[in-house]
């Protein structure tokens, strides 16, 4: 049966937001690409409250961002999760976390980010950063991601992934420490963030 005239407008309008989504996100990355100041020791780690995880930081000093994560089988990538609590900002909106390859920079580096309002699959995505104008900020299949979803609950919403630990700026350390990168916004486009930081992260860190 040939597909009708709505659900080829209606294909057509998914690819339109798809493609404005992805735009979106890249100007703001390329607008705010200055340096954060970043982490001078690795941060505090602790056991996981989150079903399923092993260890976790707190991105924000209040607590209500957090990252989440166990390593995975065969030490071939991490299973991560994050969280924003109600009452951070980034429960209502998208929420990045990412790696850099220069402490405090937002590039060169490679971003997954979850955003309420797309739907599934490309609710979660990764981005590659590889310079501050709009033509080196896009999406990358480099780094590859699985188990993908974000769920949304009365007091958080959570970004859940696993992703490899190379095909990024640089394989992910197990042993040593993570110059990670973060941002989140209360605004359902990619049109600029609420906070973002930078942070030490060692994944064999002691809970």
Not at 95 to 110: E, Q, R
Request: proline share 2%; aromatic share 6%.
């Amino acid at each position: 049966m040939a597909p009708s005239r709505f659900s080829l407008l209606a294909a057509s309008l998914a690819v339109l937001l798809l493609a404005t989504a992805t735009s979106a996100f890249a100007r703001h990355y390329a607008a705010s690409g200055a340096a954060v100041k970043p982490a001078a020791t690795a941060a505090a780690c602790t056991a996981s409250t989150l079903a399923g995880y092993a260890k976790s930081v707190k991105l924000t000093a209040d607590g209500l961002l957090l990252f989440h994560w166990n390593v995975a089988k065969n030490k071939n990538g991490i299973v991560a999760a994050v969280e924003a609590k109600a009452g951070s900002g980034g429960e209502t909106g998208w929420i990045s976390v990412g790696w850099t390859k220069k402490a405090g920079l937002m590039s060169p580096a490679d971003a997954v980010v979850g955003n309420l309002a797309a739907a599934a699959p490309n609710n979660v995505l990764a981005y590659a950063m590889s310079g501050k104008v709009l033509s080196k900020i896009k999406k990358t299949t480099a780094v590859k991601l699985s188990a993908k979803s974000v769920i949304t609950t009365a007091d958080s919403t959570i970004v859940k992934f696993t992703r490899t630990a190379k095909g990024g700026v640089g394989p992910i350390s197990y042993t040593g420490n993570n110059n990670m990168i973060w941002a989140f916004s209360d605004a359902k486009a990619f049109t600029s963030h609420t906070q973002r930081g930078s942070i030490l992260v060692n994944l064999a860190c002691k809970v």
